[in-house]
């Protein structure tokens, strides 16, 4: 590989993201490095701060955007995201490839801006009502918060066909094994 590679997985909130890559991690940690995003959103209980997230104040966090230190920011459910620009930069020019999870619109600007060092895989539930037991079940979330999920959820799936990749998460180990494929794929031809 001449450069290295930023792989975007995207799905709706309690699509498995983080849970993919997790297991990726796990199964093969010698080969990815892991992007942390910054957020102005309060941590979930067990969450930990530089390991899960690097959270922000909302005011840090448009002092740093407004330096240009993210490769890109989104508003998402009422709280603010972003990539910190500088750590990728130095992982795409040391050859390494990065797993980051993201949100559609987040996805689809990285893709933007650096073309093709950036690799976009989106994560499908199998259907809405198998998400909505999902973010259920996660118990972090107030009603109102729930439906307004759903409802972003509904509107990210419109921008799956815009991804490289489109993966439906209905099992687990499928998902990671299929995921591992078209990561192989893309470092092969580059």
Do not use: C
Not at 101 to 110: E, S, T, Y
Request: net charge positive; proline share 4%; hydrophobic share 40%.
């Amino acid at each position: 590989m001449k450069r290295g590679l930023l792989v975007v997985f995207s799905a709706p909130s309690g699509g498995g993201k983080s849970t993919v890559i997790r297991e990726i991690m796990k199964k093969r940690a010698s080969d990815f490095k892991y992007s942390l995003s910054t957020t102005t959103r309060p941590p979930r209980k067990n969450e930990v701060d530089g390991k899960h997230y690097l959270f922000l104040s909302e005011d840090e966090f448009f002092r740093r955007r407004d330096k240009g230190e993210f490769l890109e920011w989104a508003r998402v459910h009422d709280n603010f995201y972003a990539t910190p620009l500088r750590p990728i930069e130095k992982n795409i020019a040391d050859k390494e490839i990065v797993l980051l999870d993201i949100d559609v619109q987040g996805g689809l600007a990285i893709k933007e801006r650096l073309k093709d060092d950036a690799f976009l895989i989106f994560l499908a539930p199998p259907s809405m009502s198998l998400l909505e037991n999902r973010l259920r079940a996660r118990q972090t979330d107030s009603e109102t918060v729930i439906g307004r999920r759903l409802q972003a959820a509904a509107d990210e799936l419109k921008f799956a066909e815009k991804y490289d990749v489109i993966i439906v998460n209905d099992r687990l180990e499928k998902t990671i094994a299929q995921a591992l494929v078209e990561i192989d794929r893309k470092i092969n031809q580059s």
